[in-house]
């Protein structure tokens, strides 16, 4: 099972990031995936999630209205599309894929200027 994230980077304050994590290894079409975040000295925390066949999804209220989430399951890949970024969304961002289990990727670091 693999998890790989890729598309964080450094940016500065107002641009904006498009996150990729590739999955293999799994059924990704049955998974609800997340996008986590942890920033240094803080608790990891749930920043947005989709369903398993794209039909919903959820935010974190630090983001809503700034990032989206989606998902390609013949790609077996989810995208966070993060806009309007602050410096205060300096983290390093996380995919997990739950079902029957639970997978986490390594994670990209994000990192925003002022």
């Known amino acids: 099972v693999q998890l790989v994230e890729s598309g964080g980077g450094l940016v500065q304050s107002g641009g904006s990031l498009r996150l990729s994590c590739a999955a293999s290894?799994?059924?990704?079409?049955?998974?609800?995936m997340n996008w986590y975040r942890q920033a240094p000295g803080k608790e990891r925390e749930l920043v947005a999630g989709?369903?398993?066949?794209?039909?919903?999804?959820n935010y974190a209220d630090s983001v809503k209205g700034r990032f989206t989430i989606s998902r390609d399951n013949a790609k077996r890949t989810v995208y966070l599309q993060m806009n309007s970024l602050k410096p205060e969304d300096t983290a390093v961002y996380y995919c997990?894929?739950?079902?029957?289990?639970?997978?986490w990727g390594q994670g990209t670091q994000v990192t925003v200027s002022s």
């Open positions: 290894g799994f059924t990704f079409s049955s998974y609800v």
């Open positions: 989709i369903t398993s066949g794209g039909g919903s999804t």
């Open positions: 997990s894929a739950v079902y029957d289990r639970w997978y």
